[in-house]
């Protein structure tokens, strides 16, 4: 069974890691990721203005483009997620504007799509009991804080995947490869979004905080479904001597755990790319592949 | 309770029909009342005790409405009321309380808010009226055991063939007047009556629909009617103000309007009405008990419209020092000991952080559950929130839209004691102008 993959911008230039790790570990599932034939940025913001159109056009042709291999697709970015989910519900919802867009276009979409977020398919399709049967190298004793940020759960009424305020759907997929879930309250506040863009500082200042929390409940690691958050937290930490957070802390996508647990070889791992290298945390596990390569600097 | 001492005191018969084993609803539970800090018991006391002792009401408490048959036009029903089994024959209690000093068990109590506990065998408040203790079936290890064996959880006959004995009874054997029966059954009792007033009062949301928080796991985090519990000197604590989690004295307290209410998306779409009175009269108790405390209170706007209640917010601010903030709270949550409170303060447009020893929701006013139930019943109707309706809102507000049925107090919708006494007073007028009627027209 192959799924229907939207990879979006984000994933094929700045977190490539959660692209590779993410394709392996759906492969090694048994339901590898098709990346759809055609496409291109999904919008990156749902619009919220009254006047949504321009800013609509973007999602309506990409939902056309997954229309045209089945009507089905999942994402790993949590903000392609968001936009595509949103825009979809809202298009079902309104069809005059779904008309509007499509006769600019010229690339018919019916509105009737089903956007799906790769967590929803292992949760609902693969579960957790059948992941937790794959896996062949339970990383018993890692002490990781699931990170949710915003964008994945919210808003609820139509996203409707998890609780915001007490999510689990990554705690669950964490539990299921061995890991111990570390609780922590910030696991769903905003790691600043885009604003690293305009005004870095705060990202920065959340990102602190953020990390400094998960550092005091007692996480190694921080893991998130998201390649914004993972930036937001990761980078703020590139400089070795953190003295304004007393510390480091990996971040990591829930597919490279994933990656590790059902022991792929480390190439799919995507960790190169981390300001702060996660890899130091898998050297005390009895890897099946390639534990050689794990100190291998880059 | 207004409205049966109106009517009782004009010469008719009330029977007044209460869930709980005594009477005086939520008031009991308040340690003090806005805007006099009268004590709120010292109050309500005369009035409970007047009722229990007045010739013209008989009082049915542990007992509900099992059903209502109508049997003429207008205020002519026949009642049947279920009083629960208390496992005590009240005729025998004398209420001297020997059950409750030697019951080895304890549970948290709903009258404390779960903040303090109470034996299994309990008086449902202090000055209870009546003064008589009810057995909790579910938690008593005697009537347990009792239904152990006979479900052959444990056997039935001991080691010696002798048929088993139940466990504990700590109670039987203490009662100087052997009033305890745990063979006692529910009655039914049938009453005629020509006319029912509805006051079946209020509850409030329960803190697991408010997840941001804390969802009632965090236990420095109460409700309104917890802290009444916590300031009360009948209280767990006997008046010392101190936190659930470990009985310090909180130096920092936080109250947060709205906890639910005036939030369509999460809670309730109206607006409580008591929660500002009673967050400043807490505000300024809390004052009165720690004077080295701070308080804080989040609000949306403050809605003090009452004789003397603005004047009351004031003190707060101005006598107590308690700091009001505008804005919300969008989430809390523990760290360490404390109670991390994240807000904004819409005022200085700066984001809040307090790190609070404890924090008091003010959660919204809702319906009792039972309420539904009851409507059915009687035939009433509801509005969307599950409040009863008035035939007309506006000119007949205690009139229900059922002939002879009347309607008075926090089950219409949230409002405070003057108000819910002087809408009794009005049900009760209405009630002795119906009789009246009748009387003449007979």
Known sequence: ?298 | MQAALDIANSGYEVLMVEKEPSIGGHMAQLSETFPTLDCAQCILTPRTVEVGHHENIRLYTYSEIESIQRDGAEGDFTVTIRRRAAYIDWDKCTGCGACQEKCPFKVFSTFERGIGPRKVVYTHSPQAVPNKPVIDAENCRYMQSVRDMQSGVIPAVDKQGNPAKPKCGACLKFCPTGAIDFEQKDTLFEEKVGAIIVATGYDLISMESLPEYGGGKIPDVVDGLAFERVLSSSGPSAGKVIRPSDGKTPMEVVFIQCAGSRDPERGVPYCSKICCMYTAKQAILYKHHVHEGQAYVFYIDTRTGGKGYEEFLNRAQEEDDVVYLRGKVSKLFREGDKVIVKGVDTLSNLTVEIAADMVVLATAVIPRASSRQIADMLGLVMDENDFFTASNEEMEPVISTVPGIFLAGAGLGPKDIPETVAQASGAAAKVLSMFQREKVTA
């Open chain 1, 1 to 298: 069974m192959s799924i229907a993959y939207f990879p979006g911008c984000t994933l094929s230039t700045k977190a490539t890691g959660y692209d590779i790790s993410g394709r392996a570990v759906a492969q090694a599932l048994g339901m590898p990721l098709e990346e759809l034939p055609e496409w291109q940025c999904c919008g990156a913001t749902f619009p919220l203005a009254t006047e949504n159109s321009m800013a609509l056009i973007a999602p309506t042709r990409l939902l056309a483009q997954v229309e045209k291999v089945g009507g089905k697709v999942t994402t790993l970015c949590a903000i392609c997620f968001h936009v595509l989910r949103r825009s979809q519900n809202f298009l079902e919802n309104h069809p005059e504007m779904l008309d509007r867009i499509n006769w600019f276009t010229e690339e018919p979409y019916s509105g009737k799509a089903t956007v799906t977020h790769f967590l929803e398919i292992l949760r609902d399709e693969l579960t957790w009991k059948g992941l937790s049967e794959k896996v062949n190298t339970p990383l018993k004793g890692l002490r990781v804080a699931p990170y949710y940020g915003c964008l994945l759960l919210r808003p609820p009424t139509e996203i409707k995947m998890d609780d915001p305020e007490n999510p689990t759907i990554l705690h669950e997929c964490l539990t299921a490869l061995g890991c111990d879930v570390v609780d922590f309250p910030y696991q769903s506040e905003c790691c600043g979004s885009y604003l690293a863009v305009s005004k870095p500082d705060l990202p920065e200042k959340l990102a602190g905080e953020i990390t400094a929390s998960a550092r005091r409940h007692g996480a190694q690691a921080l893991v998130t479904a998201c390649p914004l958050c993972q930036f937001n937290l990761d980078y703020p930490q590139r400089a070795k001597d953190q003295a304004w957070n007393g510390g480091q802390i990996p971040v990591l996508y829930f597919t490279q755990l994933m990656a590790v647990a059902l022991g792929l070889e480390t190439a799919v791992w995507g960790m190169e790319n981390h300001y702060v290298d996660p890899r130091y945390l898998f050297e005390s596990y009895q890897l099946s592949v390639g534990s050689d390569q794990l100190s291998d600097e880059n």
